[in-house]
């Protein structure tokens, strides 16, 4: 009697085992079935599972980071040897120091494009007018028959031959202008060949020539160019006028500005 007792006592015990066996082996099942699939061919050859991605992070120390690394090394200081008060205000006056020439540099940025776009608003009131560029190359066009210059002469000189070429290095005209006066010369070309008939519209150069100490000698020329626009440029060129037939300078290369 004792031992049927027993037994029947024993089997919700043994039955619960059981059911417990099976959820255990039946949740490992199905934890498996989501990673394999027990044919190591078909194992082999599955696509990984997507794994997502985190996001990168800055990697720049700010000030918040700079207190947590101070504050972590307070705690793990030696006791005996704690760290010097000096070495602390060092080390924080030079975290400051850092961040200060940081949030400079970010300032200076913003008064670099503050100053181009007031640059390029002050260069737009040379638009329609005609300024002296350091180029020896001028253009004729309907609009301007004709091309202003300056000669730049070491010392005085009785005579300053000028001769005007075209784009592919021919003679067009020879003139001579006086030089006695010496320093910047005017020169100014009418824009005929030496027929007396009208040039083609393009760009044309103009060459300068003397005698200093008695020996033949390359002057500098500068020619007059009509500003057509202004473009904004960038922080490192600045303000950039665009010259008739000519192309783009910057406006701190302008040597003079004319009135017409």
């Known amino acids: 009697m004792s031992l049927i007792n027993s037994y029947s006592q024993s089997l919700p015990q043994a039955s619960s085992s059981t059911s417990n066996t099976s959820a255990v082996t039946k949740s490992s099942v199905q934890s498996t079935t989501t990673t394999t699939t027990g044919n190591p061919f078909l194992d082999s050859i599955r696509l990984p599972e997507e794994s997502a991605t985190p996001e990168a992070n800055d990697q720049m120390l700010k000030q918040e980071d700079f207190f947590a690394l101070l504050s972590q090394q307070l ?79 070491p010392s005085a000189m009785d005579t300053i031959t000028v001769s005007v070429e075209d784009q592919s290095g021919q003679v067009i005209k020879t003139f001579s202008v006086d030089g006695s006066d010496g320093g910047n010369v005017d020169v100014s070309w009418d824009g005929l060949d030496k027929n007396g008939a009208p040039v083609e519209e393009g760009l044309y150069s103009i060459k300068a020539s003397g005698k200093v100490d008695g020996e033949a000698q390359e002057l500098a020329v500068s020619t007059y160019a009509h500003v057509s626009s202004v473009s904004l440029g960038t922080t490192a060129t600045g303000a950039i006028l665009n010259l008739r037939g000519v192309g783009g300078i910057k406006l701190t290369d302008v040597l003079a500005v004319s009135e017409t």
């Open 75 to 153: 705690s793990m200081q030696d006791p005996f040897e704690p760290v010097d008060n000096d070495q602390m205000i060092a080390q924080m006056a030079s975290f400051s120091t850092v961040d200060g020439i940081s949030n400079l540099n970010d300032e200076i940025l913003n008064l670099n494009t503050v100053m181009s776009s007031s640059q390029a608003l002050q260069a737009s009131g040379l638009v329609g007018r005609k300024v002296l560029v350091p180029s020896d190359t001028g253009a004729i066009s309907t609009e301007s028959p004709n091309i202003n210059g300056v000669i730049s002469t």
